[in-house]
């Protein structure tokens, strides 16, 4: 996992994994690489790219390039999420829970790259059925991108904040 910050925007580029394709022609063997990255600002905007190419490099900028155009806005409260999370994407399934101010990231390599690049510092997760790092990644981000804070539960309840933080 190679970490990157760019000088323009501050933005933590993680590279995940750089795999290699094979694909038997007539000649031989031709090879082309994909690569999943994550893209972040470390202030609670995170994106996920995959990069298709003939080089490593090209990959990894393609993949940077569409991480970045598909980042979102997610919940953070402190350096921790505001509730527990469960996302899900193909066969993997993430348990993401908050921790106190201290506590670290708890996680998988995978899952810690996004976490890192989202700003979420305390944290704990487990990862259950897939080890696919594109599966618990993209499961990573469908759990994150449902997290809702205390002021929009609140709302949606019709109580105040001071009721749900008794609770």
């Known amino acids: 996992m190679a970490e990157k910050h760019s000088e323009k ?4 580029e993680k590279v995940i994994r750089v795999n290699r394709v094979a694909k038997v022609v007539k000649g031989g063997r031709r090879f082309s690489f994909s690569a999943l990255i ?3 600002d470390g202030r609670g905007k995170v994106g996920l790219g995959l990069g298709k190419a003939g080089e490593v490099v090209e990959a990894i900028r393609k993949g940077v390039e569409q991480a970045s ?3 979102k806005k997610i919940t953070v409260e402190g350096t ?7 996302g899900r994407f193909g066969a993997g399934k993430v348990i993401m829970k908050p921790a106190e101010k201290g506590h670290g ?31 618990l990644v993209r499961s990573t981000l469908e759990g994150l991108y449902n997290l809702r ?15 749900l933080n008794q609770q």
């Not at 925007?9 to 933590?12: K, S």
């Not at 804070?149 to 001071?162: F, L, P, Q, V």
């Open 80 to 86: 921790s999420i505001p509730h527990l999370a469960i």
């Open 105 to 135: 990231i708890i996680a998988a390599g995978a899952v810690r790259a996004v976490m890192e690049a989202a700003g979420i510092m305390d944290i704990s997760v487990k990862c259950l059925g897939s080890r696919n790092p594109n599966n």
């Open 69 to 71: 155009a598909s980042m």
């Open 38 to 40: 994550v893209v972040g």
């Open 9 to 12: 925007n501050e933005l933590i």
């Open 149 to 163: 804070s205390t002021e929009w539960i609140a709302r949606a309840r019709g109580k105040d904040i001071e009721y």
